[in-house]
């Protein structure tokens, strides 16, 4: 169990420091699924309305 947990550990970390330009991202099904169902102006304030949400949240 170890020697395989050891293994993806060591391919994350590979991939992740891995400054090859030849792989492109690619979404997830459910991503581009999902991607562009909710749609806001563009003076939208997500920052602002986040801080809103979390103040009410903790009060």
Known sequence: MDTKRSSIVESFFD????????TE???TPLVKELSG?????DS???KSDYTSYLEKKYE
């Open 15 to 22: 991939n992740l420091t891995n400054n090859d330009d030849k």
């Open 25 to 27: 991202f690619t979404y």
């Open 37 to 41: 169902i909710i749609h806001l102006d």
């Open 44 to 46: 939208f304030d997500y």
